[in-house]
């Protein structure tokens, strides 16, 4: 094969999973939903998700363990083989089952899910057809689509893989969402790696310290603040009252305004146009949480307080680049 064949062979692959993609996306309905509240239902009741399947089914089954573990959902992956010689023991009433086949054909899922409903576990099976044996063996159904699979002997799973795998995801990201799971949670879970790294990383690692931003008494003119501002190129200026303590900030924005506004405005005390209680943020508080108050709060600045609130450090938004975090 030459280049230009090689190339066309690995698009037509893509090509044929992306349009089973389309195509379980486009067929996703009330069924979907149901199975997010059972999901959602089982997890507000202390219980856990079960994943199950053979083969490259397996894999997928065992990654979306990962995922739904990663979001604060518990999770674990029942071998359907060793369930039938005691692993069954995991299961509480309550759990909830996802067992994947393709075909929903899948012998050994066909002997496990009437047992496992002893233990009052709810199944879902998750398949390509929902005329198939597992389908409707279980309780509920999710159905993607892959009527042709990449592979050129329609045999090795790519389109049919990529699908499952796809609407489990779907699954988990509506689960995130409707759980209200944030960057904070996830930093929870994610201590370890270039990911917890970035969510777990102080605000204190990313600040601008004393020295390199700008300071100054609220007794201070306009001018004043202008000039501690320009020496160390700071968009903001911290300003304190006569113990230190944070009193209020004056920024590049209050300076474009009063410039159209008042003339006058380089001669007269920065306390008047300053912004009084200012957004803060404690010293040791994780980055991420400093990351939710610039998208909750659309502000430029924000300033970084000791225990006695007094200003330690800026954090411009620019800085959160420096964790990876936007």
């Not at 009252?241 to 410039?259: H, K, M, S, Y």
């Amino acid at each position: 094969m030459d280049t230009d064949e090689i190339i066309a062979k690995g698009q037509r692959c893509i090509d044929i999973e992306a349009e089973a993609l389309a195509k379980t996306s486009a067929q996703l309905d009330s069924t979907f939903a149901k199975v997010a509240a059972t999901v959602i239902n089982s997890l507000n009741d202390g219980q856990k998700l079960i994943f199950s399947g053979i083969g490259k089914s397996a894999h997928i089954a065992r990654k979306l363990v990962g995922t739904f573990n990663s979001i604060g959902a518990p999770s674990t992956f029942l071998d359907p083989v060793n369930a039938l010689h005691g692993d069954m023991g995991l299961c509480r009433k309550g759990d909830v089952l996802f067992a994947f086949s393709n075909s929903g054909e899948s012998e050994e899922l066909l002997r496990l899910v009437p047992n496992l409903k002893r233990f009052d576990v709810r199944t879902v099976a998750v398949t390509s057809t929902s005329d198939a044996s597992l389908s409707k063996l279980c309780d509920q159904n999710l159905i993607y689509s892959a009527d042709t699979e990449a592979c050129p002997l329609d045999l090795a799973p790519t389109a049919s893989s990529t699908a499952s795998m796809a609407i489990g995801d779907a699954l988990a990201m509506v689960v995130l969402e409707w759980r209200a799971f944030s960057r904070e949670d996830f930093a929870k879970f994610h201590p370890g790696g270039s990911i917890g790294k970035s969510l777990a990383a102080s605000v204190d690692s990313i600040m601008r310290p004393t020295g390199q931003f700008a300071i100054s008494s609220y007794e201070a003119t306009c001018k004043e603040c202008l000039q501690h501002m320009t020496n160390p190129n700071s968009g903001c200026i911290a300003l304190t009252d006569e113990n230190g303590r944070l009193v209020g900030i004056f920024t590049d924005g209050d300076i474009r305004r009063l410039v159209l506004e008042d003339a006058d405005f380089l001669g007269k005390s920065v306390s008047s146009f300053m912004t009084r209680s200012p957004i803060t943020i404690n010293s040791g508080s994780l980055a991420v949480e400093a990351l939710r108050i610039f998208e909750n709060r659309k502000i430029d600045d924000l300033i970084v307080v000791d225990a006695d609130f007094k200003p330690i450090g800026v954090i411009d938004g620019q800085d959160l680049t420096k964790v990876k975090m936007v």
